[in-house]
């Protein structure tokens, strides 16, 4: 019911902007987070927003490059990435809590999302 789209090839120092899509689900009732996972490699937080948009986390390593946002109104979050690298070559994933108006504690922590979109991959190259 969550679908991420928008991924691609990208060079070093490009742009993508992932969306996060739903369909049969009222998005605007969950905090929606963003992970990322290499193959061999765990899942990793990358961005995480509140139902109301309020409240926004980011991890470590993406923070200043990129933006997460959200339009209830068309049902879809998005992930802005700005500057980047080819450590940030993964498959990013959109995911929702078990819970809807509840933000998770660790925000990062994969396992108390309980709806997860289908991937797209990111590929940055050097």
């Known amino acids: 019911r969550l679908q991420a789209y928008g991924g691609g090839l990208v060079q070093a120092g490009g742009s993508l902007r992932l969306s996060c899509a739903a369909s049969g689900f009222n998005l605007g009732y969950y905090a929606i987070g963003w992970f990322r996972q290499v193959p061999g490699k765990e899942r990793e937080g990358v961005s995480c927003?509140?139902?109301?948009?309020?409240?926004?986390y980011y991890a470590d390593s993406i923070k200043g490059r990129f933006t997460i946002s959200r339009d209830n109104a068309k049902n879809t979050v998005y992930l802005q990435m700005n500057s980047l690298k080819p450590e940030d070559t993964a498959v990013y994933s959109c995911a929702a809590p078990s819970e809807r108006f509840w933000v998770p504690p660790v925000v990062f922590d994969s396992t108390v999302y309980r709806y997860w979109g289908q991937g797209t991959q990111v590929t940055v190259s050097s």
């Open positions: 927003i509140s139902n109301s948009g309020r409240g926004i």
